[in-house]
């Protein structure tokens, strides 16, 4: 065995008793079957991985999609969850065509010009619906709301009915993912090889397997098997088909576009931020990953497998174990599928408030007080920006949320003295020489006009691997193309990209790649 295939083989293994317990809480958390979330994972990381995924990305149902599915299923199902969740599978389906549709057009680029604020923004949201959800799960409390912001408001009074056993594991389980990093001695040892084998003996200790009742300090509580996982023994018996009745409905539509869309979104950034954490400087085809998680989410749906995308924080755990290539992802996607063929009984005495506590720390990690200082250390206008998509967010739906921040940026630089024509349209000039050509920008740019100069060097690079792009003309640039031009010389192999700034554009902030411009404006 070589050490390449010997390192996947031990990195994929990591990256499967991180993602198990993960790939269960989403799916549950998601009003999907708990195998679906297995589905999901085997098919990202055995067919993903053969059909040209990036090379060390896990492809796999994530948090972040959390919310947008489980308000599918609640929205088509109408209180059916079971005809919600095969009407969304037709939602998947669809919204999996449309992946494939803008990486056959190659406008996966698109992902890279998403303001960073609004996407932060959006996922901090995300963060406090599934803390809102999540922790009655952990608490083993049934909610009287079903909004998040209500369901924050309730905690403090609901919490007092919880269930002592159930809130116990779950607590222990939260204590442990909270705590394992700061073990310094087996920190690099994934924590639910702790977690799981715990809290699977605490179940089998409480008898949790068991219908029955208990009492403490005069009050009777029940649990049974409602409280833990439920695998269908025969993996094969869980297939389910997508129902296409109401794929043309507005509400059906309005789910493709948010699961294409965010979908796309978060996968391509993680592709794009694993990238930047190796040292080779190999930037992937963000199309061809595209394509490849398309795919793969067509078959997902089509068996009754949650959306998926490339996951961050699986990707990292990735690397960190070691990971050589795409193997490592096939990897982890064959130990899934042995797992749940070879040990269904096991599985299905993993209580939901283990579970619930991993998405509880997720959530914590996602909606973390840092996000909200990182934006105001970059500006106060990013710091807006955040809030008013996290605020929409919370109070309507991503789509909205997304838009309104958006809308919001493009306002201000609207505001700040430049022309709807040129925001959207800044002057580009090329001048071929000898040893190099040299592109001129002349207006503002921003991430509405990033895309144009992107691909005009792309362009440009197939001719002449010396290109200059000189900002001497350039009036505003935005905090979104401050953090794209640190790493525009290294996305072009064998390309030597020069940037030329304007000396005269003033911060608007102090930090370093906050928006400037000119001193007028």
């Not at 996407?119 to 998040?148: C, D, F, N, R, W």
């Not at 068996?303 to 990735?318: C, D, F, T």
């Not at 096991?346 to 909606?367: D, E, M, T």
């Amino acid at each position: 065995m070589t050490k390449g295939i010997k390192n996947d083989i031990i990195a994929g293994f990591s990256v499967f008793l991180i993602a198990l317990p993960l790939c269960l809480g989403i799916a549950i958390a998601s009003n999907f079957p708990p195998i679906s979330g297995i589905f999901t994972a085997i098919i990202g990381g055995i067919l993903a991985s053969l059909i040209g995924s990036s090379g060390l990305t896990i492809k796999g149902p994530a948090a972040g999609l959390i919310a947008i599915v489980l308000g599918a299923v609640q929205e088509l199902g109408q209180g059916d969850l079971i005809l919600g969740y095969k009407l969304t599978l037709a939602v998947g389906a669809v919204a999996a065509l449309l992946q494939i549709f803008i990486a056959w057009m190659r406008k996966a680029i698109i992902a890279e010009v998403m303001p960073p604020s609004v996407i932060h923004g959006m996922l901090a949201a995300i963060g406090v619906i599934i803390i809102s959800k999540q922790s009655y799960v952990l608490a083993g409390i049934k909610p009287t709301a079903s909004e998040p912001l209500e369901l924050l408001f309730h905690l403090p009074v609901e919490i007092a009915n919880l269930n002592p056993i159930i809130f116990a594991i779950g607590m222990l389980a939260f204590a442990i993912v909270l705590s394992w990093p700061k073990l310094k001695k087996v920190a690099f040892i994934p924590s639910s090889i702790v977690i799981l084998p715990t809290v699977i003996f605490l179940s089998l200790y409480f008898g949790l397997n068991v219908e029955h009742t208990y009492s403490i300090l005069g009050n009777t509580y029940s649990v049974g098997p409602s409280f833990l996982i439920n695998l269908p023994m025969n993996f094969f018996d869980a297939i389910q088909f997508p129902d296409f009745f109401q794929i043309l409905s507005p509400v059906s539509l309005k789910y493709i576009i948010m699961f294409a869309l965010v979908g796309s979104i978060e996968s391509l950034l993680t592709v794009c931020a694993v990238d930047s954490m190796t040292a080779s400087n190999q930037f992937s085809d963000l199309n061809k990953d595209l394509r490849a998680v398309g795919i793969a989410n067509l078959v997902s749906a089509c068996i009754g497998g949650l959306p998926m995308i490339s996951e961050i924080v699986r990707s990292k755990a990735n690397i960190d174990y070691g990971a050589t290539s795409a193997r490592a992802n096939f990897f982890h996607g064959v130990f899934m599928l042995l797992a749940v063929i070879l040990f269904p009984a096991v599985l299905n005495l993993i209580p939901l408030s283990a579970l619930a506590a991993l998405l509880v720390f997720i959530g914590f990690r996602l909606a973390s007080p840092k996000e909200f200082a990182h934006a105001y250390e970059v500006g106060r206008d990013q710091l807006l920006f955040f809030i008013t998509t996290f605020i929409v967010t919370l109070a309507s739906d991503l789509l909205i949320g997304v838009a309104a921040g958006i809308l919001l940026k493009f306002l201000f630089h609207w505001m700040r003295g430049n022309s709807f024509k040129s925001l959207f349209s800044p002057l580009i000039t090329i001048e071929k020489k000898e040893d190099r050509t040299l592109i001129e920008i002349e207006g503002p740019l921003t991430f509405i006009s990033y895309l144009k100069l992107k691909k005009t060097v792309e362009k440009l690079a197939k001719e002449n691997k010396h290109i200059m792009i000189s900002f001497r003309t350039v009036t505003y640039l935005d905090h979104t193309v401050m953090k794209k031009i640190q790493t525009l010389s290294h996305e072009f192999k064998d390309v030597e990209i020069i940037i030329e700034e304007n000396q005269q554009l003033v911060q608007f902030y102090n930090h370093p790649l906050s928006t400037r411009g000119m001193p007028s404006l």
